[in-house]
């Protein structure tokens, strides 16, 4: 099955601009998605690419996907407190598999 | 309110009483899935179903059964739970229409087996 793996914690400055870095093994998913997950909360959807794009912006947050590298990356702008949670990358297959990475926490810091 | 809805939301019980989670989701999605979630390990898909009467293993289906009579109720059942499967349960779903297919997640079930 696919491997998804992420860096486990990154700390950040507010104001500062946070990436979190996501690697995949299997190029079948057709989907990648960074959800965020805030403490004792579920997952909620952040945004996500399809497999044939390169980049993808909605508004603070930009995607990255290097197909040829299998790496996805998720850039926040102007970081804030209130975006201290932990970040997950998955993948999706046609097929209704869905594999995670770890988690990355972002801790951002006044 | 489009929602996913877990019940129960935290349970404790003992090593080979039989339980089930329910999850049901009122969005008319065809797709929903089972994960658990542990420090250090993300999250791990136990079963996903398609549609109903559609079912699939997924990463981790040991220990764990799923039916999909409905198609807005899944469903997770333990048969018989041990210590190992204490973990936080996440029940999702998505339509197989939207690019994207978005996955909607419960609240969570929160399950300490003694």
């Known amino acids: 099955g696919e491997d998804v793996e992420q860096s486990l914690f990154l700390s950040v400055r507010e104001g500062d601009s946070s990436v979190i870095n996501c690697t995949y093994t299997d190029s079948s998913s057709t989907y990648l998605y960074w959800y965020k997950q805030e403490p004792g909360a579920g997952l909620q959807l952040l945004t996500y690419i399809f497999s044939n794009m390169d980049m993808k912006q909605d508004q603070r947050l930009t995607v990255l996907l290097n197909k040829k590298d299998k790496h996805l990356s998720l850039r926040i702008a102007d970081t804030q407190t209130g975006d201290s949670a932990i970040y997950f990358c998955?993948?999706?297959?046609?097929?209704?598999?869905?594999?995670f990475g770890d988690g990355t926490t972002l801790t951002v810091k006044p | 309110e489009a929602q996913v809805t877990q019940n129960p939301r935290y349970l404790i019980t003992v090593t080979g009483k039989k339980l089930t989670v329910t999850c049901s989701q009122n969005m008319n999605h065809e797709y929903m899935s089972w994960y658990r979630q542990d420090p250090g390990l993300g999250l791990r898909q136990i079963y996903y179903?398609?549609?109903?009467?559609?079912?699939d293993k997924g990463d981790v289906p040991e220990g764990y059964k799923v039916s999909r009579k409905e198609k807005r109720n899944f469903p997770l059942i333990l048969e018989s739970p041990s210590p190992n499967q204490t973990s936080l349960y996440f029940c999702a779903s998505s339509s197989l229409d939207t690019a994207g297919g978005t996955q909607y997640f419960g609240p969570g079930t929160r399950l300490l087996v003694l």
């Open positions: 998955a993948g999706n297959t046609n097929a209704g598999k869905s594999t």
């Open positions: 179903s398609m549609n109903v009467e559609v079912t």
